[in-house]
């Protein structure tokens, strides 16, 4: 697919650790690292013209916080060693790519952009022996804006982790390294150990190779969800994101109806942190670099009595199926506990998820994470996760200003539009940008 807009790479190079890692550092990974598939987890950040600092200046200064970071975040300079389930500490390096816009930035900061856009933005990679763990490439357009597109590999990396890393850097570009707070750890691997036999990977996304994906960006701001609260019962302190998971899925369940012609059973399937969560016994620390969470799977069933689905009624299924997650990841005693308290986990929603008569739904947030990096010219205009493959997947983010949310939801083509029309989507969404067949862009205000 040729970029919508004319690139030139200028240069690229391996960015080290500012201080040698120590000779001979393996880092074995851990038994839920094993878990993750090999892929890499992309994002763009867009900033607009920065009239006191020029485009290479910039680039400039992420290569030096990037290096002196990378003092902390050491393995992730190194490399995977698959038949040896270790990070070699070797001090490679991160990939970094200095690319040059000819064009304005205006268009990605305006309007939403899915992956055809900006996909040539972000430097992809493949998970080899060879393969950077991290890479960036400094996308500067002719206007003097910037995107700097970072990809980092789910081997080792889980969102958490990923917004740890993002603030780390960008908090050693802005204020200077000995400002950063967050020293992370790397000791999953010896409370989690990797496990000789692994067992078959339990996956909660249906298998549809000829699956056509449409992609739309829903907003619901601080007022939609004081709205929505107030629906609840008084005292109810549900939060910000249990609200929205709670209204998107409702519509995706009348969506479903609507397909289908009667309410048919719902499964969603979310992620959650375990950190702090465990056990005196397994002490994972706050700082825990690593894949340490776990899925949540909330079940709907119609009621003959009653055929249809009310939003208090999921808001109370997500909450109470959160609270007993919780509470189950503070009950193992050990590592193997863990392993197996998360497989037996994924494989109950995979069951579930993949039985013919069940709508399955697959959310993850990255809210209350700092995913709105400020490097010194002030926090992005737009952050975009880039969809890497075609899959249904609702992705929930802050808003820029911390208040709202952003739902970025990606269907089946045909069933985005009967989505984007459910009432309650069109009553609590504050904005919606759908990109049609021509790719043009369509924008909603609230009815």
Wanted: aromatic share 10%; hydrophobic share 40%.
């Amino acid at each position: 697919m040729q970029p919508q807009f004319p690139l030139q790479i200028l240069s690229k190079k391996f960015i080290k650790p500012a201080t040698p890692t120590p000779q001979n550092s393996k880092l074995k990974i851990s038994s839920l690292d094993q878990y993750e598939l090999p892929i890499y987890v992309p994002y763009l950040f867009c900033y607009p013209l920065n009239d006191k600092t020029k485009n290479s200046e910039r680039s400039k200064q992420l290569q030096t916080s990037l290096s002196q970071i990378l003092t902390l975040f050491y393995p992730l300079a190194g490399r995977y060693i698959e038949d040896k389930l270790l990070i070699d500490c070797n001090d490679y390096g991160v990939e970094y790519v200095e690319a040059e816009i000819a064009s304005h930035i205006a268009p990605i900061l305006e309007k939403f952009f899915d992956s055809k856009h900006v996909h040539h933005l972000i430097p992809h990679q493949y998970e080899s022996p060879t393969s950077p763990l991290v890479a960036v490439q400094c996308n500067m357009f002719e206007c003097g804006g910037i995107a700097v597109g970072l990809c980092i590999s789910h081997r080792i990396v889980d969102g958490f982790v990923y917004s740890k890393f993002i603030d780390a850097w960008s908090t050693s570009c802005k204020l200077g390294f000995d400002k950063v707070e967050n020293k992370p750890s790397f000791d999953l691997g010896f409370l989690l150990p990797a496990r000789e036999a692994m067992p078959e990977i339990k996956h909660v996304f249906p298998n549809l190779p000829d699956l056509k994906i449409a992609s739309a960006k829903f907003v619901f701001d601080n007022l939609s969800i004081s709205n929505l609260r107030s629906m609840l019962d008084k005292g109810d302190s549900s939060s910000r994101v249990k609200l929205v998971a709670a209204l998107i899925w409702k519509a995706l369940i009348r969506t479903a109806e609507t397909k289908h012609g009667k309410l048919r059973p719902s499964v969603m399937t979310l992620l959650i942190n375990m950190r702090g969560r465990t056990t005196k016994a397994l002490p994972i620390s706050e700082d825990s670099c690593g894949n340490f969470t776990r899925p949540v799977m909330v079940k709907f069933k119609p009621e003959k009595k009653r055929n249809k689905v009310e939003f208090h009624d999921l808001v109370s299924l997500i909450f109470y199926a959160i609270a007993n997650a919780v509470k189950d990841s503070a009950k193992p005693q050990n590592g193997d506990e863990i392993f197996l308290m998360v497989d037996r986990a994924w494989s109950e929603a995979a069951e579930e998820c993949n039985r013919e008569e069940v709508e399955s739904y697959f959310f993850t947030s990255t809210c209350r994470m700092p995913f709105y990096p400020d490097f010194g010219w002030g926090k992005p205009v737009r952050v975009i996760r880039v969809q890497s493959f075609p899959e249904e997947i609702i992705l929930l983010m802050d808003t820029k200003d911390g208040d709202g949310v952003e739902a970025w939801i990606s269907l089946d083509e045909n069933d985005m539009p009967i989505f984007q029309q459910d009432p309650d989507i069109v009553a609590f969404t504050s904005q919606v940008e759908q990109l049609d067949d021509d790719h043009s862009i369509l924008l909603r205000s609230r009815c």
